[in-house]
Every structure is written in structure tokens, then in C-alpha cells.
């Protein structure tokens, strides 16, 4: 207030002034180190700047899961990647991760184990946690219509996600005299459809932001890439097809290509 109001009136100084020095006199100079911030100090420089860069998180991870890219792409983004120590996690619905199922027992990821040693998930409580960590513009709206549009069209590429995981697993892991041919084209029709209104409803709100919508889109998008290239998603989806090519060049994208 005072800063930015140079006319104040001088007995409002003069106030300000009096409490800054005895604010001063009460707090501990810079020169007085405190026994125990002394011992948690390291002793060299090169020690410290350890200490300061070593990632204070765990990720369960794995590279092929558009889930856990998600949340690379959204570390990169915001310049916090140092910040997470990766753990592979390998694992299906039929095998789960043991070393992950205490701190997630529905043996999903990812998971991020924080500082103080809780663990998150999933991927949507991920992304907001790690969006209210760094000091950059929010890739999630706070609040809003912008919030809840922008959670919708992440949900939606979350549940194209959703189907062609689901798809995978029914596909790469149960015998083909198995497979339930009308689930499998119920799971293809739902992304269908949901390319479908991204091409028709959302290529200009996808352009304007690189955020929590179009980073989901992206990843799914990735994925479909990745296992299900017979979807050949393009042909429908032109629009689409030319901004993925736009963003897929984005250094956070290239770094988290799922690679087989
Ligand atoms: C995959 O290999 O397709 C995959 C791996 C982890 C999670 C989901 C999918």
C-alpha cells in the first residue's frame, strides 16, 4: 500500500518506519545461525546445490501410460521436472505392482509419493497438486467457467484414454477366442465420438492453450498413436490431425514420447 502510494501522509511513514525497526530488533539477523539449521546444512557448496536439486517426490511411473505422460508433459511444462524422482512401475489389471499397492491399492498409476511422505492419485489430483506448485500461469483455470470447460474437455480425453487402455488389455492379454467383439466396438465407438467432438467443438480452444485440455488431448492422442494406429484417427479428425503436429513439436511432448 505504501509503496505504491509515495503521497502518503508523513505520520503514516513515520508509523511504518517505527514498526520496520522493531520488527528488525525482535527477528534474528542473517549472521545468527540457529544450531539445528547449521546441522541440516551440507558442507560444500557443490553439497548444497545437491541437497537443493534433488528431487523431494516419487512418481510411479511408466512410459507407455498416457496417465503418467499427462503428468511428465505437466512437470516439463512448468519447469519442475527435477523435482520427481521416477520409479518404473510395470503392471496390468492382472498383475499388479506389489511394491505400489500400499501406498495405492487399486495398484494404478500414477501415484506421487510427496515430501512428507503421502501419496496422491490419480492422474486429475496429480495434475492439481503439481499445478499449485510452481509460480507460472495455471494450466488448471482456479475457478470459473473456464475451469469447469477446461476439466470437461480433460475428462473427455481422459475417457478416450480410458477405452483404449481398456481396449489394450483385452486385445494383448486375454486369448483371441476370448475377446467380447461387441465391447471392443462399444470401446472404439467412444472414441470415436469423442474425436469427434473435439474436431467439431474444441480445435480453437485447444489452440489457445497448452494447458490441462490440451495436454490430456495430446497424450491421448499419443496413445492412440502408440497402440491403436489401425483407428487411423486422422482421416476423421483433419483439424485435429494438423493441431497434434503443432503441439507434438512442443519440447515437453518430444521429451515424454512413449518409444516401444
Ligand atoms: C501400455 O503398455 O499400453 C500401458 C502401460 C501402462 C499403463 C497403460 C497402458
Not at 489389471?93 to 503421502?118: E, Q
Not at 467443438?201 to 498413436?225: K, N, R
Not at 483439424?239 to 507434438?248: D, G, H, I, K
Request: hydrophobic fraction near 45%.
Amino acid at each position: 500500500m505504501l509503496a505504491k502510494n509515495p503521497r502518503a501522509p508523513l505520520g503514516i511513514w513515520f508509523i511504518a518506519l517505527s514498526f520496520t525497526t522493531i520488527a528488525s530488533g525482535l527477528a534474528p539477523t542473517r549472521d545468527i545461525e540457529l544450531p539445528l539449521q547449521r546441522a541440516m546444512l551440507p558442507d560444500t557448496a557443490t553439497d548444497r546445490d545437491a541437497a537443493m536439486s534433488a528431487p523431494s517426490m516419487t512418481l510411479y511411473h511408466n512410459p507407455l501410460s498416457p496417465f503418467v505422460r499427462k503428468v511428465m508433459v505437466l512437470l516439463h511444462e512448468t519447469g519442475q521436472q527435477d523435482r520427481v524422482a521416477l520409479q518404473n512401475s510395470v503392471l496390468t489389471p492382472v498383475n499388479p505392482d506389489l511394491t505400489l499397492i500400499d501406498d495405492n491399492p487399486l495398484s494404478k498409476i500414477p501415484a506421487l509419493r510427496l515430501a512428507d511422505g503421502n501419496v496422491i492419485h490419480d492422474s486429475r489430483v496429480i495434475l492439481d497438486y503439481l499445478d499449485q506448485q510452481h509460480v507460472g500461469n495455471p494450466l488448471i483455470p482456479r475457478e470459473g467457467s473456464a475451469r469447469w470447460r477446461r476439466l470437461t474437455l480433460a475428462s473427455l480425453a481422459d475417457g478416450i484414454m480410458d477405452a483404449a487402455v481398456l481396449i489394450r488389455y483385452e486385445v494383448a492379454l486375454r486369448a483371441p477366442e476370448k475377446h467380447w467383439d461387441e465391447w471392443l466396438d462399444g470401446q472404439r465407438d467412444k472414441i470415436r465420438r469423442a474425436l469427434a467432438l473435439l474436431e467439431k467443438d474444441a480445435i480453437a480452444e485447444l489452440t489457445c492453450h497448452f494447458d490441462v485440455a490440451a495436454i490430456s488431448v495430446a497424450c491421448a492422442l499419443g496413445y492412440l498413436d502408440l497402440r491403436h494406429p489401425d483407428l487411423d484417427w486422422r482421416t476423421a479428425n483433419p483439424q485435429l490431425a494438423e493441431w497434434y503436429f503443432e503441439v507434438s513439436q512442443r519440447p515437453s511432448m518430444i521429451a515424454t514420447m512413449p518409444k516401444i
